[in-house]
């Protein structure tokens, strides 16, 4: 026996709270969807913030690698400079010599973990003054070192990953 539920015409009445007005049905529902849309605009802006401060971060950390670079690169270029006067004016009093060029690889001479990458060209050139009390030579020393990283000399597209810096000291000495 199958038995089948029988369905009755019952009105049930609402409180007068309860009920909905169709014009207030009709503005629900043309609403549906905004939410998602607000959604949408929320997270595209939220993803908008985050790219630019990655990016910031990537500058920022590139900025600091120049800097020490830079500082190393200055290092270099004194010590090019202290090696040149050195051999201009020898401590054990023999007679010095101004070379027109030398370049030296600090990192690799010296074997200084720090300077690794990093060279130094050094330039020396005399002027010889005659004034009726003295006779002096003036000498101008140039140490130019270039510290560098990454992948400079490797060929096509090694740019983008390539930090190279560059520092110059001038020195001048009489005799």
């Known amino acids: 026996m199958s038995h089948k539920p029988q ?3 019952q009105s049930v009445s609402l409180p007068a709270k309860a009920a909905i007005n ?3 049905l009709s503005r629900i529902s043309k609403q ?3 939410a998602l849309v607000i959604g949408v605009f929320i997270i595209t802006v ?3 913030l985050a790219a630019a401060l990655i990016n910031v971060l990537n500058d920022a ?3 600091i690698s120049v800097e020490v670079w830079g500082t190393r690169a200055l290092a270099a270029a004194n010590s ?3 090696r040149s006067l050195a051999a201009l004016f020898p401590v054990n009093g023999t007679s010095g010599n101004c070379a027109a060029q030398t370049t030296w690889n600090i990192g690799s001479e010296t074997g200084l973990v720090g300077f690794h990458g990093c060279q130094v060209v050094m330039t020396c050139s005399a002027t010889t003054t005659n ?3 003295n006779n002096m030579t003036q000498y101008l020393i140039t ?3 270039t510290c560098s990283t990454g992948e400079c000399d490797s060929g096509v597209g090694s740019e983008s990953s390539c930090v190279r810096v560059s520092r110059q000291v001038e020195v001048e000495a009489r005799d």
Do not use: C, R, V
Request: zero cysteines.
């Open 22 to 24: 169709l014009s207030q």
């Open 80 to 82: 090019g400079a202290d």
């Open 7 to 9: 369905l009755h015409n």
């Open 46 to 48: 939220m993803f908008l």
């Open 143 to 145: 140490s130019t070192a």
């Open 61 to 63: 950390d590139q900025q």
């Open 32 to 34: 549906n969807g905004s």
């Open 131 to 133: 004034y009726p009390l």
